[in-house]
């Protein structure tokens, strides 16, 4: 009976599209004029945006529902010179000792600092098998629309929603519309996912995908690795969308396999047969639709102060006097001026100081080796910094065991522990005021990387180029 | 959380599209394990300058605004990052309504929980605005949530959207925790059909670092 019940959840008449099934199976009631009711099954917590909502419960005195549907770890707030909670400030040690305490009081397993799977959230959940297909993933973080690389429905939420989750294990949501970016054509040298990312967002805008659910597709995507395809998720809420999805195929059944949390034997079996229908129906309706040929993209850098702001690395800055919207004008010499960059100047060459490469953007396995591949028996320009900061210790081991630690310690780089980083400038790594970077993560907002630190945003393979060049370089003219 | 009815207020303008989380409540300020606090940092980089003192010139920081619960924004506030720490900056600070055309939508749905009102006017609409406090800085708006309308005082009346849950929290000024509470045994069912269905559940709280083998990552 209950198996039936279930099933008719997704008994649908129409095309459908990916989105739509998984929305549907998780539905858990709908009453008019209400949003529904969508039951979560996975809810990854980290210390930044938890504490208020352990706070909530303790006050209710309600617990925390599901333990063994909730994850937690540190990484924004966490040192990543040392393991010492003292080479953080004060504030961030009581961060991290609150977050110790919270999960022992309410039982919700933790990978603290000593544990071996800590890391940036969103790289630990797909590097453990938690993360997979069909799923409803949520975490107090915007960047949680990575996991929609697998084909799962993962979002951002605030901290009420947070303690919704850990209260009810559901969460109200309004239904968001669809888009579907169609990806063509061959990636050129030089080019990846990230610059895809950027391509996209400079073209839709920031806003562009406010109340949607993103699903990409097209050729180039599926010939994209999974940590390639989590870099294009990752972003989507850079656009403004919620989740980015990726329909799974046997590449992400391939990733999965064998990973600690995935399915084993028989319900690696049952499991796969579930996750094959999960893809968009041929002739299922989106809301829009979008098609970007890549064939002819040049690798994508920042120039400005949001991550619409971008260009391709071989043309110029942009000269505000030629945009004829007044307020996007003013938006732009606004960004300009706190850039401190001349229109019209070219790209390459721009001045840098430090080169940042990590993040939940790009700090997996195959960015590391991506930049590695260039720095390979190079040095980084003089008096420049580079730091290496890998996603999770996990992907730290992993790098140290191929040598890429080695490559990037003996290009004069630092090789540091796993966390979040110079990406929000939370733990003490980060920009001083005036100082230009070009980081792999997600934002290029004023501030973010430290107070006046500006920042462009590029892939590990031009943040490699310029880090040899001490400037903006392009990734092509180190490629042999 | 106060109760959300009619507010009658000077409009603050901060007139510019695309204000990130991050500008208005920067990471640094995050640190925190209550919401104690948090408008200190609102706008902290638009508001201080380098020493620490405010800057006079920015809207938040002038006195003819003391006191003033609305802010009139452009298109897309409150994009980037998902931290709630801005509405209660926001919040705590004073702000009860925030005028746009349009909101990023983590922002809105976590301000709608904290009392604090997105409303989304037309384009023509937002333009009237901003002439209006061009020519009458001091000009004071009224929103009346139950009938859903924004007004001015010389004639200038528009109604706005909002759903019918988020304007029932509002107006009671409740979190919407108390209907999952509520519903609780349609989610337990739920889980249960999940279960019956064969749908393969993991669970985090096995450990699987415990054993050393596992520590080789692939």
């Not at chain 1, 919270?102 to 600092?113: A, D, I, K, Q």
């Not at chain 1, 989590?230 to 999805?245: D, H, Q, V, Y």
């Not at chain 1, 329909?247 to 992400?252: A, R």
Request: net charge negative; hydrophobic share 35%.
């Amino acid at each position: 009976m209950g198996s039936l019940k279930f099933f008719k959840r997704f008994k649908v008449n129409s095309p459908t599209t990916l989105f739509d099934k998984i929305w549907e199976s998780h539905c858990v009631y709908q009453e008019d004029e209400s949003p529904a009711i969508l039951f979560i099954d996975l809810h990854l917590v980290h210390e930044v945006t938890s504490p208020q909502a352990f706070n909530g419960l303790r006050e209710k005195g309600l617990e925390v529902r599901s333990p063994d549907r909730t994850l937690a770890t540190m990484d924004h707030s966490t040192p990543t010179v040392d393991l010492e909670k003292t080479s953080v400030d004060k504030s961030s040690q009581l961060q991290l000792e609150r977050m110790e305490a919270n999960c022992l009081e309410f039982g919700v397993p933790l990978y603290n600092l000593d544990h071996p799977g800590r890391g940036i959230v969103h790289v630990i959940g797909p590097e453990i098998g938690l993360t997979q297909p069909g799923m409803t993933i949520v975490c107090g973080d915007s960047h949680t629309s990575t996991h929609g690389a697998f084909g799962a429905l993962a979002f951002g939420i605030g901290t009420s929603e947070v303690e919704h989750v850990l209260a009810t294990q559901s969460l109200l949501q309004e239904r968001p519309k669809t888009m579907l970016v169609e990806f063509t054509g061959e990636l050129p040298s030089g080019v990846t996912s990230k610059d895809l990312i950027l391509a996209l967002i400079k073209e839709i805008g920031i806003g562009g995908g406010v109340g949607f659910v993103i699903e990409y597709d097209g050729d180039s995507v599926r010939s994209l690795n999974m940590d390639e395809r989590m870099t294009l998720c990752n972003m989507s809420i850079e656009a403004g969308a919620r989740a980015g999805l990726i329909s799974p195929d046997q590449i992400t059944f391939d990733y999965l396999k064998g990973r600690p949390f995935a399915p084993k034997g028989k319900d690696w079996i049952r499991s796969l047969s579930q996750w094959q229908s999960l893809r968009s129906d041929q002739g299922a309706k989106f809301d829009k639709r979008i098609q970007i040929d890549i064939g002819n993209l040049s690798p994508m850098i920042t120039f400005g102060t949001n991550p619409e702001m971008g260009a391709a690395i071989d043309s110029t800055i942009p000269d505000p006097a030629e945009e004829s919207n007044p307020v996007r004008q003013a938006s732009l010499s606004k960004a300009l001026e706190y850039m401190d960059l001349i229109p019209g100047e070219p790209l390459i060459g721009q001045k840098i100081d430090v080169v940042f490469l990590g993040s939940c953007t790009n700090g997996r396995m195959s960015d590391l080796r991506s930049a590695a591949s260039l720095l390979k028996d190079q040095k980084i320009a003089p008096g420049l910094k580079m730091l290496v900061v890998p996603g999770s210790e996990s992907v730290k081991r992993q790098a140290e065991q191929e040598g890429l630690n080695k490559i990037f310690l003996d290009a004069g780089a630092e090789w540091r522990y796993s966390g979040c980083s110079m990406c929000l400038a939370m733990n003490g790594d980060q920009l001083s005021p005036g100082q230009y970077a070009v980081s792999t993560s997600n934002r290029n907002f004023e501030g973010r990387q430290g107070v006046g630190g500006r920042t462009f945003l590029a892939s590990p393979l031009t943040a490699a180029a310029s880090a040899l060049a001490g400037k903006i370089a392009d990734p092509r003219d180190f490629i042999n | 959380m106060q109760k959300f009815h009619i507010i009658k207020s000077k409009m603050i303008p901060l007139l510019q599209n695309d204000i990130d989380t991050d500008q208005i409540i920067p990471a640094r300020y995050l640190k925190v394990t209550d919401k104690n606090g948090l408008a200190d940092g609102l706008f902290a980089g638009w508001r201080y300058n380098a020493s620490g003192d405010e800057k006079p010139e920015f809207p938040l920081n002038q006195t003819i605004y003391e006191g003033a619960e609305i802010l009139l924004t452009g298109d897309n506030f409150g994009c980037g990052s998902s931290r709630e720490h801005a509405p209660w900056a926001l919040v705590q600070w004073g702000i009860r309504t925030i005028i746009s055309t349009s909101f990023a939508d983590i922002f809105r749905n976590n301000a709608l929980k904290n009392g604090l009102l997105t409303l989304e006017v037309s384009i023509p609409d937002h333009e009237q605005l901003m002439e209006a406090i061009d020519n009458k800085p001091l000009i004071e708006a009224t929103i009346d949530l139950p009938n859903q309308t924004l007004s001015l005082p010389k004639g200038f009346k528009t109604e706005f959207m909002i759903d019918a849950f988020s304007k029932k929290c509002l107006k009671e000024g409740i979190d919407p925790l108390g209907y999952l509470l509520d519903n609780a045994d349609l989610v337990n069912s739920f889980e249960q059909d999940q279960k019956m269905a064969g749908i393969y559940r993991v669970t985090t709280s096995s450990d699987y670092y415990a054993n050393d083998s596992n520590l080789s990552n692939r």
